[in-house]
Nanobody, 122 residues
């Protein structure tokens, strides 16, 4: 399985961005796609995940009610709509996949895409 994340950029505080994660290859029915981020000097943290089969999803507390994850199974693509962005959201964002189950723990994910930089600054 290969994943490719794109859509990052520079945005002002309070702005919005939509990240996309394109997935190629065979995906098991229980496959989960997660979004993670890593800021300079900080550990990688889970942002959100979605199970491709049924859309079950969850979010980190820091992004709840601001970020929305969705999927398009026909396109094998997962989206992360990010609203009300703040400087503390600045990080490299990664998408990753696992066939084990739902989790925000990055160590449970095997398949990783390259990151896309999100910078929130005025």
């Amino acid at each position: 399985v290969q994943l490719q994340a794109f859509g990052g950029g520079l945005v002002q505080p309070g702005g919005s961005l939509r990240l996309s994660c394109a997935v190629s290859g065979f995906i098991e029915y229980k496959y989960v796609i997660g979004w993670f981020r890593q800021a300079p000097g900080k550990e990688r943290e889970g942002v959100s995940y979605i199970r491709m089969r049924d859309g079950v999803s969850d979010y980190a507390d820091s992004v709840k009610h601001r970020f929305t994850i969705s999927r398009d199974n026909a396109k094998n693509t997962v989206y992360l709509e990010m609203n009300s962005l703040q400087p503390e959201d600045t990080a490299v964002y990664y998408c990753a996949g696992n066939g084990y189950g739902t989790s925000l723990n990055p160590t449970t994910y095997d398949d990783w895409g390259q990151g896309t930089q999100v910078t929130v600054s005025s």
